[in-house]
Antibody, heavy 125, light 107 residues
Framework: QVELVASGGGVVQPGRSLRLSCSAS????????MHWVRQAPGKGLEWMAL????????YYADSLKGRFTISRDDSKNTLYLQMNSLTAEDTAVYYC??????????????????WGQGTTVIVSS | DIQMTQSPSSLAASVGDRVTITCQAS??????LNWFQQRPGKAPKRLIH???NLETGVPSRFSGGGSGTRFTFTITSLQPEDIATYYC?????????FGGGTKVGIK
């Protein structure tokens, strides 16, 4: 069964860093766009970042203000999210998701279909 | 950024009822819209893509429609296992954005 498993969450103090991982299995990781999405406690879903399958295209939500970095290691079928200068507002469940890029009339559309189970990050002193 | 406005924010219906959720985009997104189901404590699961295409294996009581700026999601006969929060999400443009969610409960 196709699967994404996120890990690396935990309790971290404000101002510190954390790296999340997302391990993919039973699909061709190298052909998919990969996303990070988060959900604060009791709140809705917030798209954070994506990296294209060839790693050439990387996009971030403006709200991340340059603190977060998405990367991928195709040899390990793994997606990463490096999170720096964490604040209480970063407390959330972090999901990875895969997607596809489609081109229509020269416009790019980044879809998402399958999501991992999420890993919880709590920023607290 | 494209704003996605979902309504209602919550509803309660009886088993077997028809349930409809609407999603309004702040600009034309053609049919670049997903609907996700999120059961409590679980990851979102995509039910519908391209506004009206049902994912393989998803029961036919779920359906989606609309294009441009106004979209609907319908459960024709609500079942106990449909208790969840439902989100619309546009992928016409970056940043990808979600509606605020509709929490569906049983009366």
């Amino acid at each position: 069964q196709v699967e994404l498993v996120a890990s690396g969450g935990g309790v971290v103090q404000p101002g510190r860093s954390l790296r999340l991982s997302c391990s993919a299995s039973r699909f061709t990781f190298t052909t998919y766009v990969m996303h990070w999405v988060r959900q604060a406690p009791g709140k809705g879903l917030e798209w954070m970042a994506l990296m294209s399958s060839d790693r050439n295209n990387v996009y971030y939500a403006d709200s991340l203000k340059g603190r977060f970095t998405i990367s991928r290691d195709d040899s390990k079928n793994t997606l990463y999210l490096q999170m720096n200068s964490l604040t209480a507002e970063d407390t959330a469940v972090y999901y990875c998701a895969r997607g596809l890029l489609t081109l229509a009339r020269i416009k790019e559309h980044y879809d998402m279909d399958l999501w991992g189970q999420g890993t919880t990050v709590i920023v607290s002193s | 950024d494209i704003q996605m406005t979902q309504s209602p924010s919550s509803l309660a219906a009886s088993v077997g009822d028809r349930v409809t959720i609407t999603c309004q985009a702040s600009q034309d997104i053609s049919n670049y819209l997903n609907w996700f189901q999120q059961r409590p404590g679980k990851a979102p699961k995509r039910l519908i893509h391209d506004a009206s295409n049902l994912e393989t294996g998803v029961p036919s009581r779920f359906s989606g429609g609309g294009s441009g700026t106004r979209f609907t999601f319908t459960i024709t006969s609500l079942q106990p296992e449909d208790i969840a929060t439902y989100y619309c999400q546009q992928y016409d443009s970056l940043p990808l954005t979600f509606g605020g969610g509709t929490k569906v409960g049983i009366k």
